[in-house]
């Protein structure tokens, strides 16, 4: 199983990005998916999840400005992220079942 995270960089503050994490050795549409986030000293921390239920939740820091959603033909979760904020700069991983993609950074500045 292999997840490939893209769509990182750096942008100011208010700006959008999407995040794309493409599947391949898992069907994603059968399992929990979520993005994970980790800043420099910090601990990896949910940001957004959808359940096999295809319920979604995110952390209170996000709402209203993320939506994560699943692509089923194309076997991809994405992470739009809006109105971003230097808090949110960090490192975003997707996660597929157990499974975990290499990572992609984000960069917001003032």
């Known amino acids: 199983v292999q997840l490939q995270a893209s769509g990182g960089g750096s942008v100011q503050t208010e700006d959008s990005l999407r995040l794309s994490c493409g599947a391949s050795?898992?069907?994603?549409?059968?399992?929990?998916v979520g993005w994970f986030r980790q800043a420099p000293g910090k601990e990896r921390e949910g940001v957004s999840c959808i359940g096999s239920n295809g319920f979604t939740s995110y952390r209170d820091s996000v709402k209203g400005r993320f939506v994560v959603s699943r692509d089923v033909a194309k076997n991809t979760m994405f992470l739009q992220m809006n109105s971003l904020k230097p808090e949110d700069t960090a490192v975003y991983y997707c996660?597929?079942?157990?499974?975990w993609g290499q990572g992609t950074q984000v960069t917001v500045s003032s």
């Open positions: 050795g898992l069907i994603l549409n059968n399992v929990a």
């Open positions: 996660t597929a079942d157990r499974y």
